[in-house]
């Protein structure tokens, strides 16, 4: 017979472990974190500072519209048994849904980092602007938040976090030095495009998005709309009409026409298309060199 001292440390051993098998709460026993990303900035981010110690999913799949995602239960699942869920609220509702329902308690909202931008007129179902990412600078804030997070959970490997963290904030104030030297002379400041999802970018550059509709890049301008727009890029002698990656560049194309200008692409970076090698930085860099060519910066 067992004596109780020996007893009772075999319970103990055996309630921790079915404890550890059944919380689902971390990629491996050695403390990485499993982290649910909303879509490929945040997956960015969260892969940049954590390096070894996050397994990160993103739940858009390369080239997909992320507007557009719906949940399958099994990723809904994957909220649930997350260590950390990185979501921006008011982007993509079927993600705020299942972050209330199953991550309230392990997710971070980036769009609650700094205070939102009012969407352009036009944007009818959308209170703020959700494009933070596409201003640098912000998004290195978004960063910080995530490797905090991080690092509160992962303790061991905190110091690691941060300095990941802030060698991500050095690679990102460098490219916002980038922008503001490679726009500070420009003949012109206003950027035509078939998405409002500039606006972040325009405001910290002293740029003026006008958009040809919405924030909903599935939205198809009525015939008086597409007017007034293109008498706005004549009055501003746009040169190039913007459309984005992922979608149509049909509505941009009928403008550009138009007005006498040609048609190019500006990525919102809301994803990375399957296949391709670029990340966050090189895409910014090729958005900067079209933007330079298209404003005629010196």
Same mark, same amino acid.
Request: net charge positive; glycine share 8%.
């Given at each position: 017979?067992?004596?109780?001292?020996?007893?009772?440390? #075999? /319970?103990? *051993?055996?309630? !921790? #472990? /079915?404890? *550890?098998?059944? !919380?689902?709460?971390? *990629?491996?026993?050695?403390?990485?974190?499993?982290?649910?990303?909303?879509?490929?900035p945040m997956e960015y981010v969260t892969k940049q500072v954590g390096g070894d110690r996050v397994t990160v999913t993103n739940l858009v799949r390369p080239g997909a519209e992320p507007h557009d995602l719906e949940?399958?239960?099994?990723?809904?699942?994957?909220?649930?048994k997350a260590d950390l869920v990185v979501y921006l609220r008011g982007f993509q509702p079927a993600v705020d849904a299942g972050v209330d329902q199953q991550?309230?308690?392990?997710?971070?909202?980036?769009?609650?980092?700094?205070?939102l931008q009012d969407a352009p007129p036009g944007a009818e179902d959308h209170g703020k602007d959700p494009h933070i990412w596409l201003d640098p600078i912000?998004?290195?804030?978004?960063?910080d938040k995530v490797a905090d997070r991080l690092a509160q959970r992962d303790s061991a490997h905190a110091a690691d976090i941060r300095d990941r963290a802030t060698k991500l904030r050095g690679e990102l104030e460098a490219l916002d030095?980038?922008?503001?030297?490679?726009?500070?002379?420009?003949?012109?400041h206003e950027i035509v495009t078939s998405h409002a999802a500039f606006g972040y970018l325009a405001a910290r550059y002293k740029l003026t998005q006008i958009p040809i509709t919405g924030l909903n890049p599935e939205e198809e301008p009525t015939p008086q709309h597409l007017a007034t727009v293109a008498a706005r890029a004549r009055q501003y002698a746009a040169t190039t009409i913007f459309f984005e990656t992922l979608v149509s560049p049909k509505v941009a194309e009928t403008l550009a026409k138009e007005v006498g200008a040609k048609a190019e692409m500006l990525d919102p970076l809301e994803g990375i298309k399957a296949g391709s090698s670029d990340d966050y930085l090189s895409v910014m860099r090729s958005n900067l060199t079209k933007l330079r060519t298209a404003l005629g910066c010196a």
């Open positions: 017979m067992r004596s109780r001292p020996a007893l009772l440390a #075999l /319970l103990a *051993a055996s309630a !921790s #472990l /079915l404890s *550890a098998c059944g !919380s689902g709460a971390t *990629a491996g026993d050695d403390g990485t974190s499993r982290v649910v990303a909303a879509f490929y949940l399958q239960p099994s990723q809904m699942a994957e909220l649930g991550a309230s308690g392990h997710a971070i909202d980036t769009a609650a980092v700094q205070p912000r998004l290195a804030t978004v960063a030095k980038e922008y503001a030297t490679g726009l500070a002379r420009c003949q012109r």
